[in-house]
């Protein structure tokens, strides 16, 4: 059975860090692109980052640049994204998302996880 499993959201103050990850079961990580992408309520599902199967490449949104890195463990069939200096508007559910194309796009994914919710408050 293919799945996504995303783990380490919670509640966390403005400037605070969080690390999430993207465990995958039942099919290897390293053959897809790797998205992560976060919905606040009343808005639509952006793409906030991407990482490449083929060299690493990573892509950002801008507003996250500088303050989010995406990184891919093989061996643990697991990627991450590790989020510093978060704000309260980077507040939404996080979801991860396996893909064939190297895209921001959603509709480019076929595979997601069922999120998990990150909150910045103080």
């Known amino acids: 059975q293919v799945q996504l499993v995303e783990s380490g959201g919670g509640l966390v103050q403005p400037g605070g860090s969080l690390r999430l990850a993207c465990d995958a079961s039942?099919?290897?990580?390293?053959?897809?692109?790797i998205g992560w992408f976060r919905q606040a309520p009343g808005k639509e599902r952006e793409g906030i980052s991407c990482?490449?199967?083929?060299?690493?490449?990573?892509i950002y949104l801008d507003s996250v640049k500088g303050r989010f890195t995406i990184s891919r463990d093989n061996a643990e069939n697991t990627v991450y994204l590790q989020m510093n200096s978060l704000k309260p508007e980077d507040t939404a559910v996080y979801f991860c998302?396996?893909?064939?194309?190297?895209?921001?796009?959603?509709?480019?994914?076929?595979?997601w996880g069922q999120g998990t919710q990150v909150t910045v408050s103080s």
């Open positions: 998302a396996a893909g064939g194309i190297y895209s921001h796009y959603a509709g480019d994914y076929g595979y």
């Open positions: 039942g099919f290897s990580l390293d053959h897809y692109v």
């Open positions: 990482i490449s199967n083929s060299d690493g490449s990573t």
